[in-house]
C-alpha cells in the first residue's frame, strides 16, 4: 500500500505490546506499546500532514534497494525490519467476530492516473468514503499491486487493488480487493488504459465507478498493520475482502507491462489477532 510519499515511519523498536482485547462494538483487537516517548504511529501520520516530512530515499522492491534493505537505506525506515506490526500478512485462520457492517460509499470520479514509478496511482477527489466499527474514513487514492501482496490461506491471487483513505488524526484505512483471472472487468480495463507509460507522468481517463471493483459479497478480515511500503508506518487499520474480483489474462499482462513485480513480502502476524466478520 502507498500511502504519502516521504511519510517518516514510527520507529517502536523494543516497545513492550498489551493485549487490550477485542473493542465490543465490532471493533478490533487492539495493542498498545509502552514507550518512553509518545512516537505513536497516529502522531507521526500528524506529524506528517502538517509538513514536517523527512527527506526521501528512493527505494525499489528487487535488488539492494529492495524490502530486505529498506531499513538500511533510511533511518525513517527501520520500522520496515524492525515493527511487529507489518503489512502483508497471510489472510489464514482468521477468528470470526463481530465487526459490524462495512459501508462502502464512494462516488464515481474522472480517472487521474499518475505512474509514479512503484505503482500507478489514481487520485479520489473529496466526498467518497468507508466507514467500519464506529469509525469513517475518507478516500484519498487507489492503486494497484502485481501480485497480490495478502495471501488468502495461503493463495497469492495476480494483482490487488488498494483503496487508500484517511482518518482525521492522521492515520489510515485501507480497503483491500483481490483480483483473480476470469472474466475481464470493464472499470479496470480503462483504468490500465490510462497509465502512462513514464514514470512521473499523469494520464487522464473517462468517468468510472470504484464500486465496479467490488465483489458481490462483503465478507471481509480485518486486521491492525502498516503501510506496505517504506516508511512502513505502523498506523493502518486493514479491511481485505474475501472474495476476490476477476480480470482478464489480458488485462493482468497489460499491467504487468508497466509495473512486473511491484509485491512486498508476506510479513508475520506476531502477536496481532485476524479478525473475520460473520
Known sequence: MHALKNMPPNKNSGKVLTLLGLVASGGIAVQVAAQTAPETPAAKAVEVASGERAAHVEWGYTGPTGPDHWSTLSKDYAICNSGEQESPIDLKDAIPADLGRLAIAWKPLAIRATNNGHTVQYDAPPGSSFAVGGKTYAL??????????????????PLEIHFVHKLTDGGFGVVGVL????????????????????????????????????????????????LTTPPCAEAVDWVVLRTPITASAAQIDRFATFFPFNARPIQPLDRRFLLASR
Open 140 to 157: 484519498a487514492q487507489f492503486h494497484i499491486h502485481h501480485p497480490s501482496e495478502h495471501l488468502l490461506n495461503g493463495r497469492r491471487f
Open 179 to 226: 483480483v483473480a483471472n476470469g472474466v475481464g472487468n470493464p472499470t479496470l480495463g480503462k483504468m490500465i488504459a490510462a497509465i502512462p507509460a513514464e514514470e512521473g507522468e499523469t494520464g487522464t481517463g473517462p468517468m468510472i465507478d470504484p464500486r465496479a471493483l467490488l465483489p458481490v459479497a462483503r465478507g471481509f478480515d480485518r486486521y491492525e498493520g502498516s
